[in-house]
């Protein structure tokens, strides 16, 4: 046999390949429940697949566009306030401080996707400002077309109410939380396990994180790796620091070495929330919780999807540092440009080879 033939002949069995190998079935997608498949919504004993459509959870869908980096970003004035209707004009992007070329744009009007995710320990004698309170507030403040579902944690993470737009259900899921099991807390692997469960979930997600920001130091994963998987994650984490009020009461009470560890806890919560491009809150008072909830809806529903292809492609398995800038705008129309702040993750981690 000739080269010749021979190259006709490698081609041919390529040809047939491909072709078998794209007529192949689509596996399954998994929702927030890592034992396969189940069904999201009311629990009517009715299994019925998610789909796309306007009553489902949207999924995720097979991307061949690995080279293109995609995050979120959300543009505020001084005050805090989100600003919308932006252009892609007027975004520049930075990579490692080096200029990218914004191949991607759009607004992201999509509804929420939400994780409730709450520490529910007995943690110094279950704080004076219980989860439970501010958790019922959030879901209250969602809209009927948003997604949610409720996560509680002590030694583990366990889900509660899982994706559903039905608020009845939530509640449902929130009247299990009654007396406190354990006085141990494992804040890291809650929140790596629940980043890792959001990664088959398409859309515009977050997780609304309410904890006290102590790991009693029996969690599988360490804080450097759950902030590793908060900064490679696509889900902005917006954090409320409990237990203010009872350290409040008790600080005079408190040792060095407790004083210490609380400041570490809410370290923790802020760079957690930081590193994926969400904010943190560290309210004393009851009456703080509503203007946190409508900040968080306000931010979310705010956002701004940019897409870039580095220029120079990474395959180190380095984290690369992103840079997001938006010139001074007129927002408040008064003539005089407001300087703007920008919130988005702090980088990406690149593929090996």
């Not at 607004?107 to 943690?123: G, M």
């Not at 807390?185 to 790596?192: E, F, H, I, K, N």
Request: aromatic share 10%; net charge negative; glycine share 8%.
């Amino acid at each position: 046999m000739t080269i010749r033939h021979l190259l006709v002949f490698v081609i041919a069995v390529l040809l047939v390949t491909s072709m078998s190998m794209g007529s192949s079935p689509q596996g399954p997608k998994k929702d927030i429940g890592k034992d396969g498949p189940v069904s999201v919504g009311p629990s009517d004993g009715k299994s019925t697949p998610p789909s796309k459509g306007d009553d489902q959870l949207p999924r995720t869908t097979l991307s061949i566009d690995v080279d293109v980096v995609t995050f979120d970003v959300v543009v505020t004035d001084q005050s805090g306030n989100p600003i919308g209707g932006l252009e892609k004009k007027h975004f520049r992007v930075f990579e490692d401080d080096v200029e990218q070329t914004v191949t991607n744009f759009s607004p992201t009007e999509a509804p929420l996707t939400v994780v409730i995710l709450a520490e529910f320990s007995n943690t110094f004698g279950y704080y004076f400002d219980d989860v439970v309170g501010p958790a019922a507030g959030f879901i209250e403040s969602l809209r009927p077309d948003d997604w949610a579902a409720l996560i509680a944690f002590d030694i583990r993470p366990e889900i509660l109410t899982d994706f559903t737009k039905n608020k009845r259900e939530l509640f449902s899921g929130l009247s299990r939380m009654r007396i406190p099991a354990y006085s141990e807390t494992c804040l890291y692997d809650a929140v790596y396990d629940t980043l890792q469960r959001l990664e088959n979930v398409d859309g515009k997600k977050a997780i609304f994180l309410l904890s006290t920001g102590l790991d009693t130091n029996i969690s599988k994963h360490t804080y450097g790796e759950a902030l590793k998987k908060a900064e490679s994650s696509d889900t902005m984490i917006y954090s409320v620091g409990m237990g203010q009020l009872a350290r409040l009461y008790y600080e005079t009470r408190l040792s060095s070495l407790d004083q210490i560890t609380f400041l570490q806890a809410d370290n923790v919560m802020r760079s957690l929330a930081e590193a994926t491009g969400g904010y943190a809150w560290f309210p004393r008072f009851q009456g703080e919780y509503p203007g946190i909830y409508q900040q968080v809806s306000a931010n979310l529903r705010n956002e701004y999807s940019l897409g870039f292809v580095p220029k120079v492609r990474k395959t180190d398995g380095k984290l690369h540092k992103l840079r997001v800038e938006v010139p001074p705008l007129d927002v408040n129309h008064d003539g005089k440009p407001d300087k703007l702040k920008v919130r988005h993750k702090k980088g990406y981690y690149a593929p090996k080879s």
